[in-house]
Nanobody, 120 residues
């Protein structure tokens, strides 16, 4: 089982990035799946989650209104569209499956992270 995140990089404040997380070894459609991030010197933070059964999504904190989570089960891939990026969004972003088909915050599998740096 492997979750491979990509799409991070350096972006100016106000810019956009789209992160991807491709799952290998099992079908993404069996689990809810989330994006987390960890900024330097801070605890990991859950930022968005999507159920697998009803398509419901949830966002926390400053992700609301700026980030959009989506999934393509045919491609076994999760996305995070990030707009209006701020310097405080700088972090390593991780994808992770839930243990269940709906979002509970109980992580099943972690992916490796992708670094997002927002700076002018």
């Amino acid at each position: 089982v492997q979750l491979q995140a990509s799409g991070g990089g350096l972006v100016q404040p106000g810019g956009s990035l789209r992160l991807s997380c491709t799952v290998f070894g099992f079908s993404l459609k069996h689990f809810a799946i989330s994006w987390f991030r960890q900024a330097p010197g801070k605890e990991p933070e859950a930022i968005s989650c999507t159920n697998n059964n009803d398509g419901r999504t949830s966002y926390t904190g400053s992700a609301k209104g700026r980030f959009t989570i989506s999934r393509d089960d045919a491609k076994n891939t999760l996305y995070l569209q990030m707009d209006s990026l701020k310097p405080e969004d700088t972090a390593i972003y991780y994808c992770a499956t839930d243990k269940y088909y709906y979002c509970t915050g109980a992580v099943g599998y972690w992916g490796q992270g992708t670094l997002v740096t927002v700076s002018s």
